[in-house]
């Protein structure tokens, strides 16, 4: 779910969510992408090959830009497939198409209050008349937005996330209409890869659009954090919530981006941090199940109000792209971070060589392109790596009691830089899904870490996990 947002925009008055009116928005949209191809394309009849190039890549950007603007005027499913594809389709889709497509995140003009009254309606029946509920959002997204309310008997605080009518039948016609869409821009490749992510956006789009499984899963959560001050679950009110409407207690924090976030001594930004990083390893080496969307729109930061005897917490919103992992997949993560941790290059090439006993990306990979990727995940782990085993830290990035000062390393460039070697290789092709969706959750816990300043130490963090035995 998105930040609270400026609502200065007109409210919307009608959403498009009839077969018919979505498929006439995109008719109309493919008939205009044909058009302006085929008059860019005869503009570009005598140009020289160089100027073609130029011409063809300014075209492309100008393209998506387009698809994007037609998806967003439609909002629903359509646009989360979008968001989907900006977030996980950077290896096989053109930089032109998801640059153009992360600019969907930043759409959240909201639906006016008759329409999510409406809906309201049609989900509480009566029991609506037991809130007080505020007209206007406190966030949007592409499926759904955020209401607070009180409940006038007990003066109890909760939001209310609603679903837009219609969204969730629209949910395979609309994977239909975009795919149309993609294939009649002409810059992106029907492959066989493109087909599996449309189907595994497919079966997590349904999981997103039911709310009760939603709700079962933010109830799990719950009772894993139940006695741990250093998170916040909402706790779900089943009587008001059905498939397409949440109704949850109202759990207050500030975004991460907030000043007051950024003011907070070293030691509270390393302990929020902390926090953040411990789950996503409980993640991986207990429950199996992740939240994949690495969104800071589902984390709040509630401050301590008299932080010598309380915690800074860590609210955590919105479970409903938390995805099940299987065995194979979390022994190779598991795997390949305790390698990471020793900072041990026979370990990691073990690793990879069972990882591709599973997945055939890991199988295909040649030998050097193999000790290249054993390079890649060491470098990529190296906030877990203990200091004494990886001589290749860089000086700066520890400080003097021998934390990761996550703003400082510069990771994320230095992985991509080293990445671009294999990706090269004839041998490497398009990574599987289930290590792109862990790889993205990785990127979001840095980027977390990077904008928060936090220091963490790598014992700490995996001490839980493994022992030096396993080295």
């Given at each position: 779910?998105?930040?609270?947002?400026?609502?200065?925009?007109?409210?919307?008055?009608?959403?498009?969510?009839?077969?018919?009116?979505?498929?006439?928005?995109?008719?109309?949209?493919?008939?205009?992408?044909?058009?302006?191809?085929?008059?860019?394309?005869?503009?570009?009849?005598?140009?020289?090959?160089?100027?073609?190039?130029?011409?063809?890549?300014?075209?492309?950007?100008?393209?998506?830009?387009?698809?994007?603007?037609?998806?967003?005027?439609?909002?629903?499913?359509?646009?989360?497939?979008?968001?989907?594809?900006?977030?996980?389709?950077?290896?096989?889709?053109?930089?032109?198409?998801?640059?153009?497509?992360?600019?969907?995140?930043?759409?959240?003009?909201?639906?006016?209050?008759?329409?999510?009254?409406?809906?309201?309606?049609?989900?509480?029946?009566?029991?609506?008349?037991?809130?007080?509920?505020?007209?206007?959002?406190?966030?949007?997204?592409?499926?759904?937005?955020?209401?607070?309310?009180?409940?006038?008997?007990?003066?109890?605080?909760?939001?209310?996330?609603?679903?837009?009518?219609?969204?969730?039948?629209?949910?395979?016609?609309?994977?239909?209409?975009?795919?149309?869409?993609?294939?009649?821009?002409?810059?992106?490749?029907?492959?066989?890869?493109?087909?599996?992510?449309?189907?595994?956006?497919?079966?997590?789009?349904?999981?997103?659009?039911?709310?009760?499984?939603?709700?079962?899963?933010?109830?799990?959560?719950?009772?894993?954090?139940?006695?741990?001050?250093?998170?916040?679950?909402?706790?779900?009110?089943?009587?008001?919530?059905?498939?397409?409407?949440?109704?949850?207690?109202?759990?207050?924090?500030?975004?991460?981006?907030?000043?007051?976030?950024?003011?907070?001594?070293?030691?509270?930004?390393?302990?929020?941090?902390?926090?953040?990083?411990?789950?996503?390893?409980?993640?991986?080496?207990?429950?199996?199940?992740?939240?994949?969307?690495?969104?800071?729109?589902?984390?709040?930061?509630?401050?301590?109000?008299?932080?010598?005897?309380?915690?800074?917490?860590?609210?955590?919103?919105?479970?409903?792209?938390?995805r099940q992992f299987d065995d194979n997949?979390?022994?190779?993560?598991?795997?390949?971070?305790?390698?990471?941790?020793?900072?041990?290059?026979?370990?990691?090439?073990?690793?990879?060589?069972?990882?591709?006993?599973?997945f055939e990306f890991f199988a295909n990979?040649?030998?050097?392109?193999?000790?290249?990727?054993?390079?890649?995940?060491?470098?990529?782990?190296?906030?877990?790596?203990?200091?004494?085993?990886?001589?290749?830290?860089?000086?700066?990035?520890?400080?003097?009691?021998?934390?990761?000062?996550?703003?400082?390393?510069?990771?994320?460039?230095?992985?991509?830089?080293?990445?671009?070697?294999?990706?090269?290789?004839?041998?490497?092709?398009?990574?599987?899904?289930?290590?792109?969706?862990?790889?993205?959750?990785?990127?979001?816990?840095?980027?977390?870490?990077?904008?928060?300043?936090?220091?963490?130490?790598?014992?700490?963090?995996?001490?839980?996990?493994?022992?030096?035995?396993?080295?």
């Amino acid at each position: 779910m998105a930040n609270p947002q400026n609502y200065d925009n007109q409210p919307l008055e009608q959403l498009k969510t009839s077969a018919l009116d979505r498929r006439l928005s995109i008719a109309k949209a493919s008939l205009n992408i044909g058009r302006r191809w085929a008059t860019n394309s005869a503009f570009g009849l005598f140009k020289s090959k160089e100027e073609k190039a130029v011409q063809k890549q300014a075209f492309m950007r100008e393209q998506a830009q387009y698809l994007v603007d037609e998806l967003g005027k439609l909002k629903g499913s359509v646009v989360k497939i979008g968001q989907m594809l900006a977030l996980y389709g950077e290896h096989f889709l053109p930089p032109e198409i998801t640059e153009a497509l992360q600019t969907l995140n930043s759409q959240t003009t909201a639906f006016s209050w008759s329409i999510i009254e409406s809906a309201l309606q049609k989900e509480l029946g009566d029991t609506i008349h037991e809130f007080d509920i505020d007209h206007t959002p406190i966030g949007t997204a592409s499926l759904s937005q955020v209401h607070r309310a009180v409940h006038k008997a007990t003066g109890e605080q909760v939001v209310f996330k609603v679903q837009y009518p219609n969204i969730a039948d629209a949910v395979d016609s609309d994977l239909d209409l975009f795919r149309q869409l993609l294939k009649v821009t002409n810059v992106v490749p029907q492959t066989r890869q493109l087909d599996a992510w449309f189907e595994e956006i497919r079966d997590l789009l349904h999981h997103e659009v039911n709310y009760l499984l939603e709700a079962d899963t933010t109830e799990l959560f719950f009772q894993r954090f139940v006695g741990d001050s250093r998170y916040v679950v909402p706790r779900i009110l089943k009587a008001y919530s059905t498939d397409r409407l949440l109704c949850m207690t109202y759990e207050n924090g500030v975004s991460i981006l907030d000043e007051q976030v950024f003011e907070l001594p070293q030691e509270r930004r390393n302990a929020i941090g902390q926090a953040s990083i411990e789950i996503m390893l409980r993640e991986i080496f207990e429950w199996g199940d992740m939240q994949t969307d690495p969104n800071f729109g589902n984390y709040l930061i509630r401050l301590a109000q008299q932080p010598e005897t309380q915690l800074d917490q860590l609210v955590l919103l919105d479970f409903g792209a938390i995805r099940q992992f299987d065995d194979n997949l979390l022994l190779i993560a598991r795997n390949l971070l305790l390698a990471g941790f020793f900072h041990d290059r026979s370990k990691m090439r073990q690793a990879i060589e069972q990882a591709g006993k599973h997945f055939e990306f890991f199988a295909n990979l040649s030998d050097s392109v193999k000790n290249d990727m054993v390079e890649l995940c060491l470098l990529a782990s190296e906030p877990f790596s203990l200091p004494s085993r990886n001589p290749t830290i860089p000086p700066n990035v520890l400080d003097v009691h021998g934390n990761y000062i996550w703003a400082e390393s510069d990771l994320h460039n230095r992985v991509i830089k080293l990445a671009s070697k294999s990706a090269t290789s004839k041998s490497f092709s398009v990574p599987p899904k289930e290590l792109m969706f862990i790889s993205r959750k990785f990127i979001g816990a840095y980027t977390f870490m990077t904008v928060l300043d936090a220091r963490t130490k790598a014992h700490d963090l995996m001490a839980t996990f493994t022992s030096e035995d396993w080295a």
